[in-house]
């Protein structure tokens, strides 16, 4: 059984920095490519970031372009999401996701990812 926990979410202002987190356990993490998702809310999930299985490849929404950086440590089994000043917009849960099969490359739609956390909310005030 995989599973996703993500952690570092919190309260911040704009132009404040978080860093969150994804564990990943039940399966061989260092084949997977993986990706982060947010959900404000009344809005639908969108596409944050994404890395590769072999981290040569990252991808970013516009949105979040030059502000926020993907990174994975295989070692921990942990992707990372740096998010660099944040704006209210920015504010959502933020998901953590991996896909069914190994080797990806590029995943940058919701139906790409068969696995998901329990999300960590991110709150970003004016």
């Known amino acids: 059984q995989v599973q996703l926990v993500e952690s570092g979410g919190g309260l911040g202002q704009a132009g404040d920095s978080l860093r969150l987190s994804c564990v990943a356990s039940g399966r061989s993490f260092s084949l997977y490519a993986m990706g982060w998702f947010r959900q404000a809310p009344g809005k639908e999930r969108e596409f944050v970031a994404a890395?590769?299985?072999?981290?040569?490849?990252?991808y970013y929404a516009d949105a979040v372009k030059g502000r926020f950086t993907i990174s994975r440590d295989n070692a921990k089994n942990t992707v990372y999401l740096q998010m660099e000043r944040l704006k209210p917009e920015d504010t959502a849960r933020y998901y953590c996701?991996?896909?069914?099969?190994?080797?990806?490359?590029?995943?940058?739609?919701?139906?790409?990812?068969?696995?998901w956390g329990q999300g960590t909310q991110v709150t970003v005030s004016s």
């Open positions: 890395i590769s299985w072999n981290a040569r490849s990252t």
């Open positions: 996701a991996g896909p069914r099969s190994p080797y990806g490359i590029a995943f940058m739609q919701s139906a790409d990812y068969h696995y």
